[in-house]
Structures are given as C-alpha cells and as structure tokens.
C-alpha cells in the first residue's frame, strides 16, 4: 500500500488551488484507497460497511484532501440537474469538476459494445450537435456553474471510414465550436496523433479552447505535445489527463493494476510532464490549470501525485 500522508498532500494540493492550479484524480470511488485517503469506519451502517454507502458519500471525504476531481460518469449518459446538486453539496464552494462531455456528443459511429445494444456499429446522428450539447449537457450544469473547471470533449480514435483527412474533421469541429455558448471552460481531447498538427491547434486557439494534453495509448509523451508549437491553445485554461504510459491498452492496465492501492510501475517521464505543466502555470496567475490523473498511469493515481508534490518540493513538505 502507498504511504501516503493526508494533511501534508491536503495543504500542498490547497496552496496549488490558490493559484488556480487543481490537481485531482480521475473519479474518485476506490475501494482500494481505504486506508490511505477514506477512512473505511465512516462508513459503517448499523454496526456492517456498506459499500453502497461508500459510494455514495466517499466524495466529501474526497474533497476533504482534493480540489478537483474528473467526473467520467457524465461520458456515460447525459448528467440529471437533481445528481449534479447533489455532488455539488458534498464539497467546499472552492471544488472544481472536470466533464466529460457526454459520448452521444462525440462518437461519430458507435462502438461494437453491449451498452449501444441495436445501435453498435451505425452512424451517430448526434455527432457534434450544439443544440443537445445545450439542451442535455451545458443546462443542468448551470445548477453548479461555479464547480465547472473544465468540459472535455473527448474523441475516441476516429478510424480513416469516419475522416479520410484531418482536415475534414476540423472542418466540423469548426462549425461545432463556433455554435457553443461562450463563456464555459471548453477543451478538446483527441486519440489520432496525426491530427496533432498546427493547424489543429490553431483551430483551437481561434475559438479560446484548450487542448488536452493526454498520455494515452497511441498518442505521443505529453512531454512531446508540449513542445508542439502552438499546443497551448488558451493561455487562460491548461488542461492534462495522465491516463495510460504510451503503448499500454486500457484492459492491460486494469489487470495489472487493480485494486489501485500501490504505485506498480513508475513513469518517470510522465510525472516529470505533470510537474512541468504546473511550474509553467505558476508563472502565469492568470491562468486556470485542471490537472487529472488515472490510476491506470502508474497503478494508484493518490501515489502518482504523492510524488509529484514531493518533486516540486511545495509547502507542507515535511
């Protein structure tokens, strides 16, 4: 089990979120992280631990430590007005959420997976439509507007049937972006390192969007990204997702790494990344930073920013 040290990361992580800088996890409800960040006995119901109780409430006691948090949940199905509020009593007004915005919104065709049932495999008549991005996704979260840190939209590898050229899919994303209403923390998170060309980044920048460093599977070290002209988008919301080391799969991961209460393998590369990514955003105070990270990157997300903080040598330090 990693140690870890919850007053010393709570102050670190309070003194990063003062200057706009909010590194969490990505979601939050870990069996594995009891005895490290949850205390199992909060938990007990009439004398047994009730796992749906833990669920349900682990939040606060997330927030107790952390500032941010990535919600995956709202990938799944468009997020209830009523669900939103409820997270939203559960953490201190300073608390930001990242969002992924709703699949529906960014799958060009769906996916071969039981969850789409009759509809796996057909083309996606939903693709990039502002209006139900408005209707299902932006006016619930305007319940908690002031909780919203960043509304990723994330894009799973296209294939060449759905674009033959990048081109083509910045021609839609165009259209898209200039429909959205202005005003929210937007920032576009892609899976074809291809389309990772300035003129992808320029689009970006034209519309004030970030684009989302990710370290994933096919795409380049994020180290790499950030030394991409350009790929600083919106000087004003930089954004991370520390997911997977370049070349794992997802499914290797989970194997490899469950229950996520220990670092399994380290990266050494990727933590310097994250750490880079915050040392420039402390010399920008005007700028927001939402940084996210998986337990699938090293094998538990809370060790990962463990030792991130102890490499930047933050206040709290013992």
Not at 8 to 23: C, D, S
Not at 128 to 135: P, V
Not at 221 to 230: F, H, I, K, N, R
Not at 274 to 283: E, K
């Amino acid at each position: 089990m990693v140690p870890f040290d919850r007053d010393q990361t709570k102050a670190r992580l309070g003194a990063l979120a003062r200057r706009g800088i909010f590194l969490g996890t990505s979601s939050w409800k870990y069996p594995g992280w009891q005895g490290m960040l949850y205390d199992r006995q909060r938990y007990v119901w009439r004398g047994r631990y009730a796992e749906s109780r833990f669920e349900r409430l682990c939040l606060a006691e997330y927030a107790e430590v952390f500032r941010a948090v990535c919600l995956d949940a709202a990938y799944y199905k468009f997020p209830e007005r009523r669900w939103l509020e409820e997270l939203a009593t559960q953490v201190p007004a300073e608390f930001r959420f990242g969002f992924k915005v709703t699949d529906e919104i960014t799958l060009k065709h769906f996916p071969n997976l039981p969850r789409f049932a009759a509809r796996a495999g057909q083309g996606n008549a939903s693709f990039l439509n502002a209006d139900l991005f408005h209707s299902r996704f932006l006016e619930p979260c305007e319940a908690i507007r002031s909780h919203v840190g960043l509304l990723i939209f994330e894009f799973a590898r296209f294939s060449s049937a759905d674009y033959a050229r990048g081109r083509d899919f910045l021609a839609d994303l165009d259209v898209f972006l200039g429909r959205l209403p202005a005003g929210w923390p937007y920032g576009v998170e892609i899976r074809n390192r291809e389309f990772l060309r300035p003129e992808y980044f320029k689009l970006l920048a034209e519309h004030g969007v970030a684009h989302v460093f990710n370290s994933w599977t096919d795409m380049p070290a994020v180290s790499g990204q950030l030394q991409m002209a350009g790929s600083i988008t919106n000087p004003a919301l930089v954004a991370g997702r520390f997911l997977l080391k370049p070349g794992r799969n997802y499914e290797t991961a989970v194997k490899a790494f469950a229950p996520y209460d220990r670092i399994q393998e380290e990266y050494p590369e990727g933590r310097k990344a994250i750490a880079d990514l915050i040392l420039q955003s402390m010399l920008q105070p005007q700028r927001r930073t939402m940084i996210f990270v998986n337990n699938r990157f090293e094998g538990c997300s809370l060790g990962t920013i463990g030792g991130i903080l102890d490499r930047l040598e933050l206040p709290g330090a013992a």
